[in-house]
């Protein structure tokens, strides 16, 4: 018989979970308490936008394996649960916040049928599993839990689900990974490698690569500021160094650093995590990549107060991006509209442009103008800066924009723009981590 899945949670990574899943034939059942959220996703309308996912959750839908509800008695059929929900950083502290997943095993408890293996894919603090795995043995002894650490990237998440670059399961008992391994059998006949580890491993292998990931940016733009105080260009530096095997050119484009929901607070609940294990100085240098970070976003206010003037009240200045990465809508702990406030803050006319995340950014900071066309956006700028790298913004022809703004002066956060291009059009070009 086969496998009916439930998905617990219906936010970016629950929804793309359950379509994804329901798209390799299984019944599929995601449930979540905002009522709203759930008629959305019922009608195959998505809430959030991520590439070739709406397509798919619409097909699903259609075919009348994938439901959504806010009856979590809905659950009750299913053999195997995937924990999909949050797990944002605490309002008084670096750690994270684990209300939500610990709310949702207890609520799916009482549904838990006999043999049911609830499967945890949140990004949690080691030693989250096995305290839901002892907390699960006394509500619902009849079931396992495991952990199967997500990685999807923003834009690729579909992707990223069907075609893993691998797949890590955390469990305990034999059974627990056989029907992981029936779950994902069409991706295991990819020649996805598996890989079994016990729960505190699962857990912390999401959290070390990101960790990994966020000291390779804060690196790169660490150096993009010795660069600059040097008279060096940190694109050939990059490029350089990337050729060697051991560093890889992945992840090495200086800039405005990461931001999103995942990046950041990862790192700073796993520093938290450790402080409470006694292992602190062994995760001492992720303080200094969280400062290198949010440093780089101060660097561009330095070069805006530096190429216009320290008083920033008589300047308009387009920025062109909203979201903290291309392909996504998410404004999450976004460099580029944290860049975009604080020179509102110091009194500059802030315009923002973004292909899909104007009205997610107008919710976050509603006293923000935004600008649904790229080019009413930048008419009459004093500068623009180019802080998210969107396909649209390098397509922008430098002459066309040059007639319609007050001062030719363009600054790249991303490092993404020809630099040649625009000098020749007449524009003043500024890149982070380029001195010429």
Not at 398 to 407: A, H
Request: negative net charge; contains cysteine.
């Amino acid at each position: 018989m086969a496998l009916k899945l439930s998905v617990v949670g219906t936010g970016y990574l629950g929804a793309t979970h359950a379509a994804c899943m329901s798209s390799l034939g299984f019944t599929v059942v995601g449930v979540d308490t905002d009522a709203q959220k759930v008629a959305q996703l019922s009608k195959g309308e998505l809430p959030f936008y991520e590439p070739g996912l709406d397509t798919l959750l619409l097909q699903e839908i259609e075919s009348g394996r994938l439901t959504f509800t806010t009856d979590f008695s809905a659950v009750a059929d299913a053999d195997v649960h995937f924990i999909c929900v949050g797990t944002p950083q605490s309002k008084d502290g670096l750690a994270a916040d684990l209300t939500y997943v610990k709310a949702s095993v207890a609520a799916i408890a009482p549904f838990l049928k006999d043999n049911s293996l609830v499967v945890g894919k949140s990004t949690v603090p080691v030693g989250t599993a096995q305290m839901l795995r002892e907390q699960l043995s006394k509500s619902a002894p009849h079931a396992d839990l495991a952990w199967n650490p997500e990685f999807l990237r923003e834009g690729f998440a579909v992707e990223d689900t069907l075609k893993p670059n691998r797949l890590v399961v955390g469990v305990v008992t034999d059974r627990a990974e056989q029907i992981l391994k029936e779950v994902y059998a069409s991706i295991i006949a990819l020649d996805t490698p598996w890989i079994r580890a016990d729960l505190p491993t699962a857990e912390l292998v999401k959290v070390a690569a990101n960790s990994f990931l966020a000291t390779k940016i804060s690196f790169i733009n660490a150096m993009a500021e010795v660069c600059e105080a040097a008279g060096g260009d940190v694109t050939v530096l990059a490029k350089a160094i990337g050729y060697d095997p051991r560093i890889g050119h992945r992840f090495l484009q200086a800039g405005i650093g990461f931001g999103g929901g995942c990046l950041p607070k990862d790192i700073r609940a796993f520093m938290a995590r450790a402080e409470e294990l006694g292992a602190k100085q062994a995760l001492d240098f992720l303080r200094e990549i969280d400062e290198i970070n949010l440093r780089a976003r101060q660097r561009v206010i330095d070069v805006v107060r530096s190429d216009l003037s320290e008083d920033l009240t008589k300047y308009k200045i387009a920025v062109l991006g909203a979201t903290f990465k291309p392909d996504s809508d998410d404004v999450r702990d976004s460099p580029a509209l944290d860049i975009a406030a604080q020179l509102h803050a110091a009194g500059a006319k802030v315009v923002v442009h973004d292909p899909k995340g104007i009205e997610p950014a107008r919710k976050r900071f509603p006293t923000l103008t935004f600008e649904e066309n790229v080019e009413n956006a930048v008419v009459d700028a004093d500068a623009i800066l180019h802080l998210t790298e969107w396909k649209e913004y390098r397509a922008l022809d430098p002459q066309r924009i040059g007639s319609i703004v007050k001062s030719k002066l363009i600054i790249d956060g991303r490092n993404m723009l020809d630099r040649d291009l625009w000098r020749a059009a007449g524009w003043r070009f500024h890149a982070l981590g380029r001195t010429d």
